[in-house]
C-alpha cells in the first residue's frame, strides 16, 4: 500500500512533484494544499487543494506526509519559509529521488528533496534538507550541499565542494573541487570557480555577443 502524501503548491513544480511522485515512488499523492489568501482553485491535477491552515484537519500529521513543491523564489527563501512551516505542524517531509538518477551516497540525503533524472551523486556526498537537483547534474565525492538550495540542470560540482544554505547555481554552472560556497549564493548559467565565495556573492559567467555577421552570410549552412 502507497503511502499518502499532500504537496504544497499548485504551481509548474507542483504538477512535476504529482507526475514524478505518482509514477515513481512509493507515495500516492491525494491532495494540494496552498495558504488561504492563494486558494484561487478547488481541484489541481484532479484532487482536492485544500487551504493550508485547514491542512491538518483533512489530512493529519499521523496520516499524511507533505512536500513542499517551490521554486528558487527569493533565494529559496520562501521554500525555506514552507519547509519549517510544515514541520512545525508535526509532518513527515518526503523526498523524492528518482529511479533514473545514480545515487551512491547511501542515503545521506536529507527531507523534502526532490531529485530528478540523470542526476550523479558520488559516494560520501551528503544532500541537506530541502535541496532540488534539476536533471543531469554530477555531485562529486564528498561534496556537501546545505539546506535549502537550488541546483539547476547540468551543473559539475566536483569533489570536496561545500555549498552553503540557500544557494542557487544555474544551468551548466561548473565548481572545481575542494572550495566553500558561502551561503545566499548566485552561481548563473555558464560560470565557471575555481576558488572560494564568500556568501551571499553573485558570480555570473559571459554571455555569448551576437556576431556582426548575419546568419545569411555564412557559407556552409
Not at 31 to 43: G, H, I, K, P, R
Not at 89 to 101: E, N, Q
Amino acid at each position: 500500500m502507497k503511502k499518502p502524501l499532500a504537496i504544497f503548491g499548485t504551481g509548474d513544480i507542483a504538477q512535476l512533484a504529482h507526475f514524478y511522485f505518482s509514477t515513481d515512488s512509493e507515495y500516492e499523492v491525494v491532495a494540494f494544499t496552498v495558504d488561504a489568501a492563494y486558494l484561487t482553485e478547488t481541484t489541481f491535477c484532479g484532487l482536492p487543494v485544500i487551504a493550508f491552515e485547514e491542512v491538518t484537519k483533512h489530512y493529519p500529521p499521523e496520516q499524511c506526509e507533505v512536500f513542499v513543491a517551490l521554486s528558487y523564489s527569493k533565494l529559496n527563501a520562501v521554500r525555506k519559509e514552507k519547509y519549517l512551516a510544515v514541520k512545525a505542524l508535526g509532518y513527515r517531509l518526503a523526498s523524492f529521488i528518482s529511479s533514473h538518477a545514480t545515487a551512491l551516497n547511501e542515503g545521506r540525503t536529507g527531507e523534502n528533496c526532490f531529485i530528478f533524472e540523470d542526476n550523479t551523486i558520488q559516494p560520501f556526498v551528503t544532500i541537506g534538507n530541502n535541496v532540488t537537483l534539476w536533471s543531469g547534474n554530477h555531485i562529486g565525492h564528498h561534496s556537501n550541499i546545505k539546506d535549502h538550495c537550488f541546483i539547476a540542470s547540468h551543473v559539475v560540482i566536483s569533489g570536496g565542494v561545500e555549498i552553503g544554505e540557500q544557494c542557487f547555481i544555474g544551468v551548466n554552472a561548473t565548481l572545481r573541487d575542494h572550495i566553500k560556497i558561502g551561503e545566499k549564493c548566485v552561481i548563473g548559467a555558464g560560470a565557471l570557480l575555481l576558488a572560494d565565495a564568500e556568501p551571499e556573492g553573485v558570480y555570473i559567467g559571459a554571455a555569448t555577443e551576437r556576431s556582426k555577421v548575419p546568419s545569411t552570410r555564412l557559407r556552409g549552412i
